[in-house]
């Protein structure tokens, strides 16, 4: 008899799901049995990465080129979700960018689109999917946030406030859904191999220039495996967890310093 996958009668929506830590959470998913909704900005990536899982792991695929960003852009994704008669279990709140430098001189609407995209599109999209998921007793939402959310960031001041958010939001969410079958986790990764390094500008700070780098998919696995066993929070690596630990007991304005220091410019 074949062993009963997690996912089997089951489909996630997976957002910035063309590359990195988004592709490899879409394998994750594939791999569990999950039927997968991939939206990213680039519709060819997008494609690559469907017809690889659907081939590699026997699961159908959909896919919807849609910028996050924008205002509206979830309620618009997911009524194209809908009207292909597509229902969502799983929700997977992966898109986001950041910004390295200071907040003065910085361009407003690379900051606020931070916002737009790492915050208010999750929420529109947990929103739309969350009353469906209470109603079937199952499934849930699996956001990416990041080791910067237990910490303030100077030079990197919205990034790190975006990500802080998210990690509120999901504890929240996670006790508001005790009981009812349906999980909710938050993933922290510290430094990844993805282009999310290159956009930011991250590699060129003293943090990115000295920090150990995690590969995308680990990063991955951890997340899923979190989302299964409906862990609250899920931070890779020890020494990231420890980090995370740390900033609890550290007087804010130590923090703030040391912050400060590890974002600013590699000399």
Not at 52 to 66: D, E, I, P, Y
Not at 121 to 150: C, D
Request: proline share 4%; charged share 15%.
């Amino acid at each position: 008899m074949a062993k009963h996958k997690p996912g089997e009668g089951q489909t996630a929506l997976v957002t910035g799901a063309s590359t990195g830590i988004g592709a490899d959470l879409a394998e994750c998913f594939a791999r569990g049995g999950y039927d997968l909704i991939l939206t990213a900005r680039g519709e060819p990536a997008l494609r690559a990465v469907a017809d690889r899982l659907a081939s590699s792991f026997g699961v159908k695929t959909s896919v919807f080129a849609a910028d996050l960003a924008a205002p509206g852009a979830g309620a618009q994704l997911a009524e194209a979700v809908a009207a292909q008669g597509l229902t969502v279990d799983v929700l997977v709140n992966n898109a986001g960018f950041g910004a390295a430098g200071a907040f003065a001189g910085s361009d407003l609407e690379n900051q606020l689109g931070m916002v737009d995209l790492n915050d208010r599109a999750l929420v529109e999209l947990t929103h739309i999917y969350w009353p469906g998921m209470l109603a079937r007793k199952r499934g849930g939402v699996l956001n990416v946030a990041s080791l910067a959310a237990f910490a303030p960031g100077p030079l990197m001041a919205v990034y790190y406030a975006s990500k802080a958010f998210v990690l509120s939001f999901s504890e929240a969410l996670w006790e508001e859904a005790r009981g009812t079958g349906v999980h909710v986790s938050c993933l922290c990764p510290g430094a990844t191999q993805s282009r999310f390094r290159d956009r930011a500008g991250t590699g060129a700070t003293r943090l990115g220039q000295t920090t150990v780098v995690m590969g995308s998919m680990p990063v991955a696995e951890a997340g899923y495996e979190g989302f299964q066993r409906n862990r609250r929070v899920v931070i890779t690596g020890k020494g990231n967890a420890r980090t995370a630990w740390l900033t609890r007991f550290l007087p804010r304005t130590t923090l703030l310093k040391m912050v400060r220091n590890m974002q600013s410019p590699a000399t």
